[in-house]
């Protein structure tokens, strides 16, 4: 069985340094989409229209511990409720674990009340808020504090950010 991942592990590392690891164009060569004016959208934007970080982000960053300690509980917790489940149980319990996890995170920055009332922009696209705020954030020297905060809240932002940032650097 080690046998059959082998080959598959060199053909990767192979392709990667003959087309190089994937790029992403500065934040100057993208284009932000708009977010949405308000909070009404799926996703609470990190950052307000002025420019400064969301209520919710800051205390998220203050909470940063309880949030961990949230995400370790809720993936115990999801693993440990779908270890009887053969082949996709192990799935299963991530995913349960995650939205575990990003109750309890929710739960101590003060809810989704506080999380929606401290914006004023929002997203329906985890890609879109992504873009925005690589394109106009990035430099911010607080910047994967932000980032690591709004993972707390939105844990399948985590796998979307870079993929949407390659996706928005092709041809640029």
């Not at 919710?56 to 917790?77: C, D, H, P």
């Amino acid at each position: 069985m080690k046998m059959i991942h082998v080959p598959v592990v060199v053909a990767g590392a192979l392709m990667l340094t003959a087309w190089g690891a994937p790029q992403i164009a500065a934040p100057t060569a993208l284009t932000a989409p708009a977010p949405i004016e308000g909070s009404a959208g799926k996703y609470a934007s990190p950052f307000t229209s002025d420019g400064v970080t969301a209520g919710w982000v800051t205390k998220s960053m203050q909470v940063k511990a309880a949030g961990q300690i949230g995400s370790m509980a809720g993936n115990y917790a999801g693993q440990k409720a779908m270890e009887q489940v053969p082949f996709v149980g192990g799935f299963l319990g991530k995913k349960a674990g995650a939205a575990m996890g990003r109750g309890i995170a929710l739960k101590a920055i003060g809810g989704e009340e506080f999380l929606r009332s401290s914006t004023d922009l929002s997203f329906n696209s985890l890609n879109d808020m992504a873009l925005y705020m690589y394109v106009n954030y990035s430099s911010n020297p607080e910047y994967q504090k932000i980032l690591d905060a709004t993972y707390a809240i939105y844990p399948e932002f985590q796998t979307a950010y870079l993929p949407a940032l390659q996706t928005a650097s092709v041809g640029k």
